[in-house]
């Protein structure tokens, strides 16, 4: 059937497109890569109400397209696990779960728990960038992984989306790119996204709004120019690092989440791609979402581009606000670098404690806590209360479960399209064909022409093999068991390699079923 006007219209406005826009920029990288970042409207804009009291619901047109605003607040997060490496509670034994639920209510386990997070408290809405920051081991990956849903046992504080608490909708509209990229090797960008589309957009939205939609992300993460490339890993070549983060990206916010949450999405690339990655994560907030990332070091440009930092010093808050205003605060409490530096590195050392000043107190890390308590968490708290409960249309969309998906039978076509396409690439790849045809060849000479009919005459073959190639080595008195047991490593080797040169052969025509 062919595609209305309309319907095109529509799809070029759902991906990325933001509540009623007022104007787009469009950036431009060094080799042509160009998103363009669309600006929200004064109206949206003035609706945010993590800094304006909301008053006006109606200017806020929550279109089926548009993400749903999450305002995001968490407060006194505090997280343990087991010192066994178990999360509390969670084990898989009923009966030990039971045991253990009983004895740490009767605090008899107190010791066995070690704290990871300590009480943290924040906020952040639509439109804004959290960046979670702090040493290797203080808490961020666990904060972000509380907030996403995916951490539940154990964890104390209240966190409030759209002041509702989790509940199961919200997992459709929470984006999660984790460190560790999970895609395919043998599938290229725009298979990635196309199988991503079919299995998780709606069954009602028709195939050409699906092909847009991942036409739309290709276009606005700067993929074009690697969209037929493999994936790639391994020993397979590949795209590039920024182009694995962005195809990440892509396959999250293919689905439009109102909440990314994005665990180190620069490790690993260079100061370039990593701003790329920046400014285009700052373009999809700006459409609407919120977005939380953590980051290791980031560089003073990516830093200036967050709104708001939380830094992180062994579960303990440190420092909560902008990130304009961290080096005013730290210079309040006397912390200023003594040459000009990157602010994300001089509080990624004061996070450390490694600060050879001796005019500033011993235990830093102590003390900045100490300050973190006594003058930011209580008006960051103060904030969030003052604020206005979100607009009870929010609260009421964010409990309502957004359409996903089609019929488990065509997930389960799709998901067989997608394994046999990536196993036949695999199975089917020149190098992998040419080294089993190589092996079958050369082993294929060395029992031409060879009786091998019984397994007695496989051993004359094998032994006479030796007597030929190694003669020094073998009295031909010896009997063939003997021999055997001499060469019983050589015996081995030349299984293995059998085996091996089966293995290959019918993993190379095999096709899975
Ligand atoms: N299930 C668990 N069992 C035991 N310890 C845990 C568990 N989960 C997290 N931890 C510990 O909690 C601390 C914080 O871990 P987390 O992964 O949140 O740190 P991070 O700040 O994200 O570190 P990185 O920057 O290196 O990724 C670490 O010391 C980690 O070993």
Known sequence: MEESKDDQVEERTSALSPPPAMGSMQIAGSNGFAHSIEFMSQTYLRN???EIDIEDNTTLNLSKDQPLPIFLKFEDVEYKVRNNGQAGGSSMNPVKAVVSKVASQLSLEQDNYKQILKGITGSIGPGEILALMGPSGSGKTTLLNIIGGRLKDNVKGKITYNDIPYNAALRRRVGFVTQDDVLLP???????????????????MSRQQKYARVETIIKDLGLERCRH??????FIKGISGGERKRTSIGHEILVDPSLLLLDEPTSGLDSTSANRLLHILQGIAKA????????????????????????????YPVYYGK????????ASLRFMPEIAMNPAEFMLDLATGQVNDISIPQDIVQYLQGMYKTQLEPK????NHRNKKAPEHLQAAIQVKKEWTSSWLEQFRIIYKRTFKERCRDYFDKLRLVQALGIAVLLGLLWWKSQTAT????????????????PHFINSTQSPDSLLCHFADWSDVLHLHILDIIVNIRGSIRVPI
Do not use: C
């Not at 919120?290 to 830094?311: A, G, M, Y």
């Not at 990130?323 to 730290?330: C, H, K, L, P, Q």
């Not at 005459?457 to 032994?463: C, E, F, G």
């Open 380 to 383: 960051e708290k103060e904030d």
């Open 323 to 330: 990130a304009r205003d961290s080096m005013d605060y730290f």
């Open 455 to 470: 397994e007695a005459q496989l051993r004359d073959q094998v032994i006479k093999w030796f007597q030929k190639k190694l």
């Open 186 to 204: 043998q599938l290229t960008v725009e298979e990635t996204l196309v199988f991503a589309a079919f299995l998780r957009l709606p069954g009602n």
């Open 229 to 234: 490339t493999r994936i790639g890993g391994g």
């Open 288 to 315: 609407g979402r919120t977005i939380i990332t953590t980051i290791h070091q980031p560089s003073s440009r990516i830093f200036h581009t967050f709104d708001k930092i939380l830094l992180i010093s062994d579960g």
């Open 48 to 50: 945010r109400y993590s």
